[in-house]
């Protein structure tokens, strides 16, 4: 199996996060590596990643930032750190809440093996018979509407650009993680500019695939608020002069 490492940005998580759930992951995946982002924490997360650690220390990583950065920063930092490494053949970034659980991986590594393009897998909370996806109704319809002005400023047919659980070829960490991103809480479809940018809106198309996802549960406690839903038109306008004006010349 070729080795992947995801990273968990974290911030005051010690009430969510489950340890055991990672531990009983680790145990059935010899492959697959975790690096924690203490994002500044002010509770007991680093308590928790480092115990975590201290059970795996050869697979369990902990980055402490002494101050909190926000998502998008913790995750950057993460995946340089990952990347620096150089064992690792995917890069994978997961919410530490675990409303995707970890088994969710294998679908998303199955995507590289049925599409040899692939380059990222993104999961999609795609809501069909066969899965369990609880979402809270007014979230899913939010999700939807901005779903449909995310596509518009990618110009591609994006359904879920915000599932936190993606994973993608290790060798794309500088291109998609390599420079600060303009935005907080928006930094999936900077990504996905990025990647637009570097390899062209057609190519795109057929590397980054949306996997939709077997299992998903909203989980209470997330840190997005009011105020951040309110900037989010706004944030979109932004990414979409700022990653333009950055378009190669072809």
Not at 10 to 37: K, P, T
Not at 91 to 106: F, H, K, M, V
Not at 187 to 208: C, Q, S, T
Request: include cysteine; proline fraction near 3%; aromatic fraction near 8%.
């Amino acid at each position: 199996m070729r080795e992947v490492c995801l990273v968990i940005p974290c911030y005051n998580e010690a009430e969510r996060l489950r340890g055991d759930l990672v531990l009983d992951f680790l145990e059935s995946r010899g492959s697959a590596s975790l690096c924690f982002v203490n994002d500044g924490s002010s509770d007991g997360t680093l308590k928790i990643v480092e115990t975590l650690r201290m059970r795996d220390p050869e697979r369990v990583m902990v980055l402490n930032l002494a101050r909190n950065s926000g998502k998008a920063e913790a995750v950057r930092q993460g995946v340089a750190h990952a990347a620096a490494l150089r064992r690792f053949a995917f890069i994978g970034y997961w919410d530490a809440d675990l409303s995707t659980p970890l088994s969710e991986l294998d679908g998303l590594l199955a995507a590289f093996d049925v599409n040899p393009g692939c380059l990222l897998a993104m999961g999609s909370r795609v809501k069909r018979l066969g899965s369990d996806i609880e979402r809270n109704g007014a979230r899913h319809y939010l999700g939807r509407i901005f779903s449909t002005f995310a596509s518009q400023v990618l110009r591609l047919p994006v359904y879920d650009s915000q599932c936190g659980a993606k994973v993608f070829r290790s060798e794309l960490s500088g291109v998609l993680f390599g420079d600060r991103f303009i935005t907080r809480w928006l930094f999936d479809v900077e990504m996905l500019a990025r990647l637009r940018n570097h390899l062209g809106r057609d190519a795109v198309l057929a590397a980054a695939i949306e996997v939709p996802l077997g299992a998903w549960k909203e989980m209470g406690g997330s840190k997005l608020r009011i105020a951040h839903v309110v900037k989010v038109p706004f944030e979109l306008l932004k990414i979409r002069a700022y990653y333009r004006s950055r378009l190669p010349s072809r």
